[in-house]
C-alpha cells in the first residue's frame, strides 16, 4: 500500500496567490481529514470528511479556505488569497471504516510558505 | 470542546533511561488516547494507543497508562535510545471520536 499521498510536497508562494493541496486517501479508507502544524498551535484538525461528505469544518480558519472531496480517492485543500500566516506544514490523513478504526494515517504533509 | 494539555515540552534523558510524558483532558467522555511520533520533517506516526476501557497497554519498551477519574495518561519509554529523540504527540478523541485533539508535543532528546 502506498498510504497517504500528499502532493505537492513543498509549495512557495507569494501572498495573495492561490494555493490548491492535494491529498489521495488509502485505498478502502473513508473518512479524511486535514489538519495544519505550526510550531505557535500545534496540530490543528481543520475539516473532516466522512464518505466523501464534509462533517465539520468549525476548524477552517477562515473563508479563504476551502476544501472538497469529489470522490473517495481525492480531496484538495485550496486557500484563496494566501497569507504569510498560513505558512505551515499542511497533512491529509485517512481512517478506515469500523467503531473501533481510530487510527488515522497520515500522508507525509505539504509544507506551505507564502512570502 | 475537548482541551489536551501535555507536558513537559522538552524532556531530556541519557540513553538507557527512562522517559515519561503526561497529558490530561478535560472531556470526561473521551474514549481513545492515542500517542503520536515525529521525527523531524516526517509525518507524525502511531505509536500506541489506549481506550477507556482499559488500564494500561505495552508495547515492548513503551507503555501508555490511563487514569480515567484524574483525566490523565501517560507514555512511559524504558531503556531509552538515541532514535527515540523526536517529538512526541498525545490526543484525545473528546465525545466525537472523530474529531482528535492533539497535545502541545514533548521534544525529546536522547542523549548517547
Known amino acids: 500500500d502506498a498510504g497517504v499521498i500528499q502532493s505537492p510536497r513543498h509549495e512557495v508562494t507569494e501572498m495573495g496567490q492561490e494555493v490548491t493541496l492535494r491529498c489521495k486517501p488509502i485505498?478502502?479508507?473513508?473518512?479524511l481529514f486535514w489538519y495544519r502544524q505550526t510550531m505557535m498551535r500545534g496540530l490543528e484538525l481543520l475539516i473532516y470528511?466522512?464518505?466523501?461528505?464534509?462533517?465539520?469544518d468549525s476548524g477552517m480558519p477562515e473563508d479563504r479556505f476551502s476544501a472538497k472531496m469529489p470522490n473517495a480517492s481525492f480531496s484538495t485543500l485550496k486557500i484563496q488569497p494566501s497569507e504569510p500566516r498560513d505558512s505551515a506544514v499542511y497533512f491529509c490523513a485517512s481512517r478506515k471504516p469500523g467503531l473501533a478504526a481510530n487510527i488515522r494515517d497520515f500522508g507525509p504533509g505539504t509544507r506551505l510558505t507564502v512570502l | 470542546g475537548e482541551n489536551v494539555e501535555q507536558h513537559p515540552s522538552t524532556l531530556s534523558v541519557q540513553e538507557g533511561d527512562s522517559a515519561v510524558i503526561k497529558c490530561t483532558y478535560s472531556d470526561s467522555a473521551s474514549n481513545y488516547f492515542p500517542w503520536y511520533k515525529q521525527e523531524l520533517g516526517k509525518r507524525p506516526q502511531l505509536i500506541i494507543d489506549i481506550r477507556s476501557n482499559v488500564g494500561e497497554k505495552k508495547d515492548q519498551r513503551i507503555a501508555v497508562t490511563l487514569n480515567k477519574t484524574a483525566k490523565h495518561f501517560s507514555l512511559h519509554i524504558t531503556e531509552t535510545q538515541p532514535e527515540d529523540s523526536a517529538v512526541y504527540f498525545c490526543a484525545a478523541s473528546g465525545r466525537n471520536t472523530d474529531k482528535l485533539i492533539f497535545g502541545t508535543g514533548t521534544r525529546l532528546q536522547v542523549f548517547p
Open positions: 485505498s478502502g479508507h473513508n473518512s
Open positions: 470528511f466522512n464518505n466523501n461528505v464534509p462533517i465539520d
